[in-house]
């Protein structure tokens, strides 16, 4: 509850015996808290403890404005993650409901108030980070679950020839073979948590930048900001042509309150509860990336070799990883090389030469302009 815009106290039960829980063990921490909210700070509170996202506009360009859910007061790294009880205590009156719309017919009419509300918290360890936005270079620094599968390939090579060693025969005994080379690899899955569905999705139905970089390999290094909590020395990033793009799960989540909708206008302005909102939920995303990750031995000598990407002389790229293929016997059976669908007498000009096109993988998590 630090940084909270209203006043709220820890609820101290009679005769001084607390009611609240903790539970700890090695990966999991659950807190639970309650606080003295004032009537008129109630809608404030459940704001600031739940937490919301939603997307302005700064300089003609569309970022997400993410509120973390509230930290806990002693133990900063525990967040909300649900409010378990709003209970009202002290004399009860009436408020009158003075909304009314011929669009809803909805009549005036009064419902409880209390002198005081006890809001009952819980806080609990979370699995990904949730970086400010003065501190996040890129949103894949913050509110991603990061989760690596490692992987074998298997690739078969033919009718090699196998020779015996140390027999002493001359010639050295030789018989006919399969060699079945295994190669690693793996799968990077990012799920990138409650994305507002005006920020990924155009005109809230086609996932443009995702859409645009199914079956491509990255173009640039990606991430483009490592992590500010890993190793700044040795930060990780993947080359370009290293990354495939698989097709990605976007499970449909909301948002559970209107001070999260998009109004277009900058931070600070939100839209509270009214009949706009009745119509406009806040509709959010899990996105759940696979990015498989494939970067083989290329040998010293080769020759290096420049592509444009998109046909573009300013932007060249040398092929790598997703863009390599095994070499054939006899060369020797474990060097990788570009393969093209044009005889290397001929300039390679475009990615379009090349076994996969280029994407920026960087754009998936940034504003998805009309698709086109």
């Known amino acids: 509850m630090r940084n909270a815009l209203f006043n709220w106290g820890v609820v101290v039960p009679m005769g001084s015996v607390q009611t609240d829980t903790q539970t700890w063990n090695y990966d999991a921490t659950s807190i639970t808290m309650t606080f003295k909210i004032a009537p008129a700070d109630l809608l404030k509170c459940i704001r600031h403890v739940v937490g919301y996202t939603r997307v302005y506009t700064q300089n003609n360009a569309k970022f997400l404005n993410r509120n973390p859910p509230a930290s806990h007061p002693d133990?900063?790294?525990?967040?909300?993650?649900?409010?378990?009880?709003?209970k009202g205590v002290g004399t009860k009156g009436n408020k009158?409901?003075?909304?009314g719309t011929n669009l809803l017919q909805i009549k005036t009419g009064t419902w409880d108030s209390w002198?005081?509300?006890?809001?009952?918290?819980?806080?609990?360890?979370?699995?990904?980070?949730?970086?400010?936005?003065?501190?996040?270079?890129?949103?894949?620094?913050?509110?991603?679950?990061?989760?690596?599968?490692?992987?074998?390939?298997?690739?078969?090579?033919?009718g090699t020839p196998w020779y015996l060693n140390g027999t002493g025969a001359?010639?050295?005994?030789?018989?006919p073979g399969d060699i079945f080379q295994k190669t690693p690899k793996g799968i990077?899955?990012?799920?990138?948590?409650?994305?507002?569905?005006?920020?990924?999705?155009?005109?809230?139905i086609l996932p443009g930048n995702i859409q645009r970089g199914l079956g491509k390999v990255n173009e640039k290094l990606f991430p483009q900001y490592f992590d500010p909590n890993g190793d700044p020395d040795d930060p990780p990033q993947?080359?370009?042509?290293?990354?495939?793009?698989?097709?990605?799960?976007?499970?449909?989540?909301?948002?559970?309150?209107?001070a999260a909708c998009y109004d277009g206008g900058a931070i600070g302005d939100f839209i509270f509860w009214n009949f706009a909102t009745l119509f406009d939920v806040p509709r959010t995303y899990d996105v759940v990336f696979r990015l498989e990750w494939f970067d083989p031995y290329t040998p010293d000598w080769a020759p290096p070799i420049l592509v444009?990407?998109?046909?573009?002389?300013?932007?060249q790229v040398t092929p790598r990883g997703h863009q390599l293929v095994p070499s054939?016997?006899?060369?020797?059976?474990?060097?990788?090389?570009?393969?093209?669908?044009?005889?290397?007498?001929?300039?390679?000009?475009?990615?379009?030469?090349?076994?996969?096109?280029?994407?920026?993988?960087?754009?998936?998590?940034?504003?998805?302009?009309?698709?086109?």
């Open 75 to 86: 133990y900063p790294n525990l967040h909300a993650t649900k409010i378990l009880n709003i």
């Open 96 to 99: 009158t409901n003075l909304v």
């Open 115 to 158: 002198e005081v509300y006890h809001v009952t918290v819980q806080f609990e360890s979370l699995n990904y980070d949730v970086r400010p936005d003065k501190l996040t270079q890129g949103e894949y620094q913050r509110y991603v679950v990061k989760r690596w599968e490692p992987s074998l390939e298997t690739i078969a090579r033919k």
């Open 170 to 175: 001359s010639p050295v005994p030789r018989f």
């Open 188 to 204: 990077m899955e990012w799920t990138w948590i409650g994305v507002p569905e005006d920020f990924i999705m155009n005109g809230r």
């Open 238 to 258: 993947f080359p370009a042509g290293t990354l495939l793009a698989h097709e990605p799960k976007l499970i449909p989540r909301q948002q559970s309150h209107a």
């Open 308 to 315: 444009n990407v998109r046909g573009n002389v300013g932007n």
């Open 328 to 372: 054939p016997k006899p060369i020797g059976g474990i060097d990788w090389f570009p393969a093209t669908n044009i005889e290397p007498i001929n300039p390679i000009t475009s990615d379009s030469n090349l076994l996969y096109r280029y994407y920026d993988f960087n754009k998936f998590f940034q504003y998805s302009p009309t698709f086109g």
